[in-house]
């Protein structure tokens, strides 16, 4: 496969002035990264501060009521509360290495950006976020713990004042301070070589939970199920089951309301080809090749493109990627919360909403593995909203 692409997808479609910045870090990702130093290194702030390895949680009620194995991979448990720090540790490590003293990112609900500021915090590193303006006024609550964890959070005033105006705000600054500055972009899209870097700090997920399942059944998932915004916690549990032929992998995209014609999150299943962000992907897109925007009930899952790898996967047909629609999302929370003891976030809910609401697809006694990539009570607020509690 052609460096930097998954099938026909992916690639560098960035300004010449970008090039430099990434294939330093391409460099770096083929030097220090596998170096038994780097691993070390990562693996010791994975365990000791992150929390890893998290749990794989059986899930009893659910299993019964279901008539097949449901078992759980407890990203939620992680600090910062989401899967999002195994990647921002391995980055703010990887910048640190090349000598760079501060980090960027871009953050739509703020998870990614809390997490790179307790990251850089942890390292010593100097933090930036840029968010929307939009997205500053709903997300307060992860606003002030990127301030309280000592990272500038700049308001992005452009365009549609969300998560695509803040990622063109921040590539726009790495071009001016790429000599002193990382660009810790927040999941497995961009352009290359990100989506295989994100992936790779990620894919700890799979390879810890397929040995967990092992160890704990004595044999493999038949079923693995992740849900899927720019794909980054999704790629992280099914790279390692891949190649795993008699492993089913199922992503699930974000439907919206369901109602004709409302926004949603689901590239792959509602999107054309296109370019977004620097790379050749699946969009949400009208007739003229705008983006259009993009809309959930989860603000995590709320990005109008997806990683390229996904749309390779989809296109070679080795994994089958779902909808969960926002009321069915809703409903799996409130049966995580009461059969299990569990508040998930309203992103993972949406891959144990696809189990629930076509169990009948699952064989009866198989064993489901789902990544719960987060936990929910950041996603108080809106539940209790939208359930009119
Ligand atoms: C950000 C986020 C997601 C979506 O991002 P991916 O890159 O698709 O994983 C999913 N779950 C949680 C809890 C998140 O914070």
Redesign the pocket.
Known sequence: MKKGYFGRFGGRFVPELLMPPLLELEQAMETILPSPAFQNELNDLLCNYAGRATPLTFCPTLSRKLGFDVWLKR??LLHT????VNNTLGQALLAKKMGKTALIAET??G??GVATAAAAARLGLDCTVYMGAEDVERQSANVRRMRLLGARVVAVESGSRTLKDAINAALRTWIAEQSTTHYCF????GPAPFPEL?REF?SVIGREARTQMLERTGALPDYVV?????????I?MFHAFVPDSSVTIIGVEAGGTGEPGCLNSAAINYGRPGVLHGEYTMLLQDEDGQILPSGSI?A??D?PGV?PEHVHLHDTGRVTYGIAFDHEALNAFQVLCHDEGILP?L??SHAVAYVLEHASRFRPGSRVLINL???GDKDMDIIEHALGL
Request: charged fraction near 15%.
């Open positions: 990203e939620d509360g989401a899967h999002k739509g609900a998870q990614h927040g999941t497995a899209a994100v990620q992740a849900a899927v915004g720019g794909g980054s916690n999704a992280g989860s995590g899952l990005y990683g976030a992103e993972s990539s987060g936990r």
